[in-house]
């Protein structure tokens, strides 16, 4: 089984910065993508930020947050990061982390909250 786990969350005040990290730990596998979704309340989750461990190794962002936001990895510790600037209080929502294995297959983290304070 794989495990995904999300860290770096918390309370922040708008203007500030949070690095949130995700960690995929489990039995052997391969990762084909990992990404970074999130759900404000009373909405549906959304694509915040995707990047490829394989061919180009792309990587895209949702309008939302283009250059305020940066995905990067650590391929070897198996890592994706999500940095996070400027934040605003339209930035508040649990964020979960995805990662898609070389089968297609999906593994969600548990989720970490983000509050941005006005």
């Known amino acids: 089984q794989v495990q995904v786990v999300e860290s770096g969350g918390g309370l922040v005040q708008a203007g500030g910065s949070l690095r949130l990290s995700c960690a995929a730990s489990g039995r052997t596998f391969s990762i084909d993508n990992m990404g970074w979704f999130r759900q404000a309340p009373g909405k549906e989750r959304e694509f915040v930020a995707i990047t490829w461990w394989t061919g180009d190794k792309k990587t895209y962002y949702a309008d939302s947050v283009k250059g305020q936001f940066t995905i990067s990895r650590d391929n070897a510790e198996k890592i994706v990061y999500l940095q996070m600037n400027r934040l605003k209080s339209e930035d508040t929502a649990i964020y979960f982390c995805?990662?898609?294995?070389?089968?297609?297959?999906?593994?969600w983290g548990q989720g970490t909250q983000v509050t941005v304070s006005s």
């Open positions: 995805r990662l898609v294995d070389s089968k297609g297959d999906n593994y």
